[in-house]
């Protein structure tokens, strides 16, 4: 493993490797939003320094935890409709313009990737999306604006007026099953490629953080760029520390 903090040296090394590769995959996590003003999780000051997750289960069975998360949702809206793309997703996809990479895999929620251009079809979303609400049962989805106005107005969470189920944010949960068409896009994609570039995130989170030691084991290279240590280090070929947009940024410009 070689670690390089230099940011131009490392868009250098990183354009070297989207041009002679023959697929990349792209996986990111809450870092590459954090210069859109989204703060990630881990990060001091990230989420997790200041409120504990709530539980899929929790989210099922209690009032006050579905209370409590939709008061967290409703915060993130504010975020994400604030948010633009930075740097670091607009180097993206400019990458899947030009066909080197097919598929971004993203553990993000915000739907920063398909605002810089990115066809959503190109974009698996492997913990759902945070821009939308849908009922569990049967599955209608809501708009954000009118769910917030009932809660505003009574403090009560949301409830479907098609069936009477329990509606959530559609992201998925910790304790949540993951979607399963998405979890085996982001596998086949995985196993085609020959370049696996993991962009802000921790990698502590599983199943993932599956798909970096997947392609590994596969044979690929594996490429990680994040301004901080990650839980995959060791298995990477190469380390790109530094600002994401800083180094993204400076990316394949003698052929954009
Ligand atoms: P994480 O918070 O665990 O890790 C983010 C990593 O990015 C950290 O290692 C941090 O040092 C690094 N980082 C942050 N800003 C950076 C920058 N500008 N340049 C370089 N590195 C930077 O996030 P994760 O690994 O994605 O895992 C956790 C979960 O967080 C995911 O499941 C995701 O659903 C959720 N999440 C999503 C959003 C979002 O959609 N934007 C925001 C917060 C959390
Ligand atoms: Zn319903």
């Not at 008061?71 to 948010?83: G, K, L, N, S, Y």
């Not at 599955?139 to 954000?144: A, I, N, S």
């Not at 979607?179 to 982001?186: F, G, I, L, Q, S």
């Not at 940024?249 to 003698?254: A, F, M, S, V, Y």
Request: hydrophobic share 45%; aromatic share 8%; net charge negative.
């Amino acid at each position: 493993m070689a670690i390089i903090d230099d940011s131009k040296v490392a868009a250098a090394r990183l354009t070297e490797a989207l041009l002679s590769c023959r697929k990349a995959v792209v996986f990111t996590g809450a870092g590459i939003s954090t210069e859109s003003g989204i703060p990630d999780f881990r990060s001091p000051g990230g989420m997790w320094s200041k409120m504990q997750p709530i539980q899929f289960q929790d989210f099922l069975t209690s009032d006050a935890a579905r209370r409590e998360d939709w008061r967290r949702r409703f915060m993130m809206f504010d975020q994400f409709r604030d948010a633009k793309p930075n740097a670091g997703h607009r180097a993206i996809a400019r990458w899947v313009e030009a066909g080197i990479a097919d598929i971004v895999i993203t553990q993000n929620i915000d739907g920063l990737h398909q605002l810089s251009g990115v066809p959503a079809e190109a974009v698996v979303e492997l913990h759902g999306n945070g821009t939308y609400a849908a009922c569990l049962d049967c599955e209608k989805r809501f708009d954000e604006a009118a769910l917030r106005a009932t809660f505003d107005r009574d403090g009560r969470p949301p409830v479907c007026d098609a069936c009477g189920g329990i509606v959530k944010a559609a992201v998925i949960s910790f304790g949540q099953m993951m979607p399963e068409r998405e979890m085996e896009r982001a596998q086949e994609a995985t196993l085609a490629a020959d370049l696996f570039i993991a962009i802000g995130s921790s990698l502590v989170v599983f199943p993932a953080a599956g798909f970096p030691l997947l392609a590994k084991r596969n044979g690929a290279q594996l490429l990680l760029v994040n301004g901080t240590e990650t839980d995959l280090d060791f298995e990477a070929d190469l380390v790109l520390r530094g600002k994401i947009g800083d180094i993204l940024g400076k990316t394949l410009l003698e052929t954009s």
